[in-house]
């Protein structure tokens, strides 16, 4: 099992600009999420997938979009980078809350810089 | 709303006992999780309470109180390679299964 992968794992890019962060995981978990982690701060929330076809927003979600057309693949766009979008950021997945594992699998981050 | 609460930091010396807490102003959830982030890296889990009392692995353990809307991660024989951030999380059972994290703590550790 690769577990979950991220692409690019380094990224710059201009104001305005606008790009998406891959995310796949092999594990078969219904539940995808998506966080933004800024220095010296907690995981904040983007958006999150409880199943193929469902989405739903978290803490910080405006300037983002996702979609969830497999339960592989969760891709985050941005639509229009700012430098307050500057940060590292996860994808995590995991089974639902139904089983009795919580455990969120993490991975390795994107490290993304807005000029 | 609902909000985790952990110290920003906390300093202890190698070889001794720290624990780390978690106050929770939520309801309605599966568990309370534990996990570890290194600087640099991905944070890793390390503990699951679905139930209240104490859960052990190895040199962790992890307790919940629901009744005390309480927990915490007590580590044991402390070693410089557990300098690292630690955060708490909870699954919300009425919220679409949303996980909410602890603004985290960072664990000093001095030789």
């Known amino acids: 099992n690769a577990g979950v992968t991220q692409t690019p794992k380094f990224q710059v890019l201009k104001t305005g600009q606008s790009m998406t962060l891959q995310c796949a995981q092999d594990?078969?978990?219904?539940?995808m999420s998506w966080y933004r982690q800024d220095p010296g701060m907690g995981l904040r929330l983007i958006h999150y997938?409880?199943?193929?076809?469902?989405?739903d927003q978290g803490e910080v979600p405006n300037g983002y979009n996702v979609s969830r057309s497999t339960t592989e693949d969760f891709p985050l766009r941005l639509l229009s980078a700012a430098p307050s979008q500057t940060s590292v950021y996860f994808c995590?997945?995991?089974?639902?809350?139904?089983?009795?594992?919580?455990?969120?699998?993490f991975g390795p981050g994107t490290r993304l810089t807005v000029l | 709303g609902q909000s985790l609460e952990q110290p920003s930091e906390v300093t202890a010396v190698e070889g001794a006992i720290v624990q780390i807490n978690c106050t929770y102003q939520?309801?309605?959830?599966?568990?309370l999780s534990w996990y570890q982030q290194h600087d640099g890296g991905a944070p890793t889990f390390l503990s699951y309470n679905a139930l209240d009392g104490l859960e052990e692995t190895g040199r962790f353990s992890s307790f919940l109180s629901r009744s005390d809307s309480y927990g915490y991660l007590l580590l044991q024989e402390l070693q410089m390679k557990d300098s690292a951030s630690y955060f708490c999380a909870v699954r919300m059972r009425n919220r679409d299964d949303k996980i909410i994290f602890g603004k985290g703590t960072r664990l000093h550790i001095l030789p």
């Open positions: 594990m078969n978990h219904e539940y």
């Open positions: 995590a997945s995991s089974y639902s809350g139904t089983s009795n594992s919580d455990e969120q699998f």
């Open positions: 997938s409880v199943g193929a076809g469902i989405t």
């Open positions: 939520t309801s309605g959830f599966y568990g």
